[in-house]
């Protein structure tokens, strides 16, 4: 799933990063891949992916279908792809709930980067 935001890359994460913490997930780590590029003398559109999660929403989703733990935590793409604002990714619910097979009951909790990601729609 990808959405365009209006704002740059940094502008952006920082938005999804208080959001994220907002509805009450944790934000584990903002992974900066193109800093690790320029650091292996190497060069990337500016690129960063958010990992944040909620031990109440993850764990129920492990306890029925451990393998789903390497999906978790979730994370949102956000990255430079040349045109002004930037791109937000994330993975399709109904394609990881399927992948593990979870019931309609179980998949709510693989919604939260779509809900983070329409709270850009606000700034």
Same mark, same amino acid.
């Given at each position: 799933?990808?959405?365009?935001s209006?704002?740059?890359?940094?502008?952006?994460v920082?938005?999804?990063?208080?959001?994220?913490?907002?509805?009450?997930?944790?934000?584990?780590?903002?992974?900066?891949?193109?800093a690790?590029?320029?650091?292996?003398?190497?060069?990337?559109?500016?690129?960063?992916?958010?990992?944040?999660?909620? =031990?109440?929403?993850?764990?129920?989703?492990?306890?029925?279908?451990?393998?789903?733990?390497?999906?978790? =935590?979730?994370?949102i793409?956000?990255?430079?792809?040349?045109?002004?604002?930037?791109?937000?990714?994330w993975q399709? =619910?109904?394609?990881?709930?399927?992948?593990?097979?979870?019931?309609?009951?179980?998949?709510?909790?693989?919604?939260? =980067?779509a809900?983070?990601?329409s709270?850009?729609?606000?700034?």
């Amino acid at each position: 799933m990808t959405r365009r935001s209006a704002h740059d890359v940094g502008e952006t994460v920082a938005a999804l990063r208080a959001e994220a913490e907002r509805a009450g997930a944790a934000v584990v780590a903002v992974v900066d891949h193109a800093a690790a590029a320029r650091k292996a003398g190497l060069s990337m559109p500016d690129t960063q992916v958010v990992i944040f999660g909620n =031990p109440q929403a993850g764990t129920p989703l492990m306890q029925a279908r451990p393998e789903i733990a390497i999906d978790l =935590p979730l994370r949102i793409m956000v990255r430079d792809d040349g045109q002004p604002g930037s791109l937000v990714t994330w993975q399709d =619910p109904a394609y990881v709930a399927q992948r593990y097979g979870l019931g309609e009951d179980q998949s709510a909790p693989l919604n939260a =980067p779509a809900r983070i990601a329409s709270a850009l729609d606000d700034r």
